[in-house]
């Protein structure tokens, strides 16, 4: 059965069972700036989840675009993508685990209308219970009731069998379906210890997961039930498709098999892991494209950048030649024209413009790395997105200090915000020295304001261009000129006293107790790097939660001068202020 085969079928399947055909949503999220791109095909749904009534009705399916670039370094495994297709309905507080898992069964086993697999090698999880759900019988009892026998159902905890697109929002317990790949179990009895094992080497295969959301979260935590009991199902097109075409991997079945023999036949020196993953990036790329995203260096613009580099980056140790990959594209759109909106030649020419960027950078990234490795570097001058210094370094047997990298970088692009393009062009010594200078006297002039105007102001955020520091802080009222006048004159007198400015990385919880300064809202690992100046008496003048960079010596600063004070919202306060 053809991937296109199985798509009609399931969307078919729901259609005759009373429920509407969406088209796929865009990629990009039309309402919900908590994730960039759609992760699952109830995400747009999530509105009428939580209780908004739908126009088309209660019962929906559609077949919905995702994106997930999460694990980018997974890629080129069997399993992991970063564009797929899911298959997936929904009752809006309409039907819910009796006609659920029965159509789920029915679809999966029926050879008439569905994909026909044999019952006898199915083996389905559910819920076991915990403080915010009682065990699943009634999935368990429904199951059986289908034929499925006990041993081949298994209770799993949350971890594993409660379903939610992310802290807050609907969710609940799921219960999963797995398809024995080689049929080597067929009709015996499993342990529930060897059912996972299975899983994880694959010769289980998940299917298929049907979500009993009925429940909500928020920050994390389940806060109680939703106002309507709802379904939630989600079915990889790519994995059933493997499924039905007796394949270990998506990349050999009809919706990759044609584009990585294009790879292939292109490729002066094939690689398969490389070939894996221009295949997948080039797909998700064009789908990102087709959806209005355009490379740049902030949100998704950037995920587009990232994953078109990582391509190019394999493209160029493939050989492949531009006119190859350019069919390669091609082949893609080809492949899914029919279904979705794709303009081909506006993908290749975007492609094509940001890899000719990148080739320049890449070529003298590439020297940089031969003298040593510093991935920050690496990713501010020269554009390397950290996976490709990582696995650069993996071939070498170096070793990458990630969460290091993390750390400066988390710090970097709070610094350069506001929009410097420059950071992927090279000369950003430049730049940077401005700013760095700028962050540590934004270091200083907080620690000022705590001194001289009220030791209970807090940092609420912070930006930093070329030419000026702004700093919103809480505090109630204006912050009068004689205070002001004071604020700069402490900073500057700490400037001028040439105090060194020193990065440390200790355990979280030892910062915290040191009363470091923390960024509001921000969630901190375990290992945090603490930047502390101290004054000549060796007491503390500034001590903040931060992955730099700044400068080594306060002396390096320069004049500090305050620009503006002025509210910036209701009980908070912005200066802006510059060096001179
Ligand atoms: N929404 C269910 C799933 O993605 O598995």
New binding site residues.
């Given amino acids: 059965m053809t991937s296109s085969e199985i798509r009609k079928r399931f969307l078919d399947f729901f259609a005759k069972r009373g429920h509407a055909i969406l088209p796929s949503a865009s990629l990009v999220p039309e309402n919900d700036p908590s994730v960039l791109f759609n992760?699952?095909?109830?995400q747009p749904l999530v509105p009428y989840l939580m209780g908004q009534k739908h126009p088309l009705g209660a019962r929906l399916a559609s077949c919905q675009k995702?994106v997930r670039t999460g694990d980018l370094e997974d890629i080129g495994d069997n399993r992991h993508f970063s564009f797929f297709e899911?298959l997936?309905n929904w009752s809006l507080g309409d039907y819910f685990k009796q006609e659920a898992i029965s159509w789920s069964y029915e679809f999966l086993t029926s050879k008439e209308e569905g994909l026909g697999l044999d019952p006898a090698r199915l083996a389905v999880t559910l819920f076991e219970g915990d403080e915010n759900a009682p065990f699943d019988q009634e999935s368990k009892d429904i199951w059986m009731s289908l034929g499925i026998p006990e041993h081949r159902i298994f209770a799993l905890p949350a971890e594993d069998n409660w379903?939610s697109?992310g802290d807050n929002g609907p969710c609940g317990p799921?219960s999963?379906m797995f398809y024995d790949m080689n049929g080597d179990f067929l009709g015996q009895e499993i342990s529930k210890e060897s059912f996972v094992e299975q899983v994880k080497k694959e010769t289980f295969i998940e299917i298929?997961?049907?979500?009993f959301m009925e429940y909500e979260k928020k920050d994390g935590k389940v806060i109680g039930k939703l106002s309507q009991k709802n379904v939630?199902?989600?079915?990889?097109l790519e994995r059933i498709t493997a499924v039905m075409q007796g394949k270990n991997t998506a990349y050999d079945t009809d919706i990759l098999s044609g584009v990585m023999e294009m790879v292939k036949s292109g490729s002066v020196n094939y690689g398969e892991r490389s070939a894996r993953i221009i295949t997948d990036h080039l797909r998700t790329a064009t789908f990102m494209i087709a959806d209005g995203v355009f490379p740049s260096n902030k949100d998704r613009g950037y995920v587009l950048r990232r994953i078109i580099r990582r391509a190019a980056f394999r493209v160029g140790q493939l050989g492949l030649s531009q006119e190859s990959y350019t069919q390669v594209i091609s082949a893609i759109t080809e492949k899914y024209e029919s279904i979705y909106n794709i303009e081909k030649n506006k993908i290749s020419e975007i492609f094509n413009q940001e890899v000719t960027k990148f080739t320049k950078t890449l070529d003298a990234g590439l020297k940089e790395f031969e003298k040593g490795v510093d991935p920050f570097l690496l990713a501010t001058t020269y554009g390397f997105p950290i996976e490709l210094t990582e696995e650069l370094a993996k071939e070498k047997g170096i070793a990458i200090d990630r969460a290091d990298f993390d750390v400066k970088m988390k710090a970097h692009q709070d610094l350069s915000r506001s929009g410097s393009e420059q950071k992927f062009k090279g000369g950003l010594a430049n730049t940077n020295e401005a700013t760095v200078k700028l962050h540590t006297a934004h270091h200083l002039l907080l620690a000022a304001l705590q001194e001289v105007v009220d030791k209970n102001i807090h940092q609420r955020g912070s930006n930093i261009t070329e030419e000026r520091l702004r700093m919103d802080f809480s505090f109630d009222r204006k912050v009068t000129p004689e205070e002001l006048q004071k604020v700069e004159t402490l900073v500057n007198s700490w400037i001028e006293a040439k105090l060194p400015v020193v990065r440390r990385e200790m355990p979280r919880e030892e910062a915290e107790k040191l009363g470091a300064e923390m960024e509001f809202g921000a969630k901190y690992p375990d290992i945090v790097s603490v930047y502390t100046i101290q004054n000549t008496n060796d007491e503390y003048v500034s001590k903040e939660f931060c992955g730099g960079p700044h400068v080594t010596n306060t002396s390096e600063i320069g004049k500090f001068k305050i620009q503006k004070e002025e509210a910036s919202s209701a009980g908070v306060r912005r200066i802006k202020a510059v060096i001179e």
């Avoid at 992760?39 to 109830?42: F, I, P, Q, S, V």
């Avoid at 298929?208 to 979500?211: F, G, K, P």
């Avoid at 939630?232 to 990889?236: I, Q, Y």
């Fill in positions: 992760t699952a095909g109830m995702c899911m997936g379903w697109p799921c999963e298929w997961n049907d979500v939630d199902t989600g079915a990889g």
